[in-house]
């Protein structure tokens, strides 16, 4: 009953997040596309509290990483924690939800570093605005 399973840790992540990405707020239901259990520190191990449930753009742009250099001053610093730090005082929408602006260095280095602002994403992201389906919570 107690016993460790992946599919259930699976299933936590993606209820904990409800289905969207904890970087980029890209949820499942408007891609259609199976979303990953990222390892927030990779040497961190299956521990929830190090899981986040990530799209495929920002687990694969991500890959081994944990910090990156804030491009507005260059200096190297941790990306986003998704359990350990709140979204709203790293990140916000702007130009009505299809491009992310970083509030922090921490939010600016998460958004180059995993290129949340890509062409391709953002040509969805104008489709889920026109559809009221983006950004969530509002
Ligand atoms: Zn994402």
Same mark, same amino acid.
């Given at each position: 009953m107690s016993e460790w399973s992946w599919s259930a840790t699976r299933r936590l992540v993606h209820e904990r997040a409800q289905g969207c990405c904890e970087y980029c707020q890209t949820c499942e239901a408007n891609t259609g596309q199976v979303m990953h259990v990222e390892h927030i520190d990779p040497s961190g191990g299956d521990d929830p509290e190090n899981l986040c449930l990530s799209c495929a753009n920002c687990n694969?742009?991500?890959?081994?990483?944990?910090?990156?250099?804030? !491009? /507005?001053? &260059? /200096?190297? &610093? !941790?990306l986003f924690h998704p359990r350990q730090q709140v979204w709203s005082a790293h990140f916000q929408w702007v130009d009505r939800g299809l491009y992310l602006a970083g509030l922090t260095a921490v939010g600016r280095a998460t958004i180059q570093r995993l290129q949340m602002n890509q062409e391709r994403v953002v040509i969805a992201r104008r489709r889920w605005v026109a559809g009221g389906f983006h950004p969530p919570g509002l």
């Open positions: 694969l742009s991500k890959a081994a990483a944990i910090s990156a250099s804030d !491009p /507005e001053t &260059g /200096e190297m &610093g !941790p």
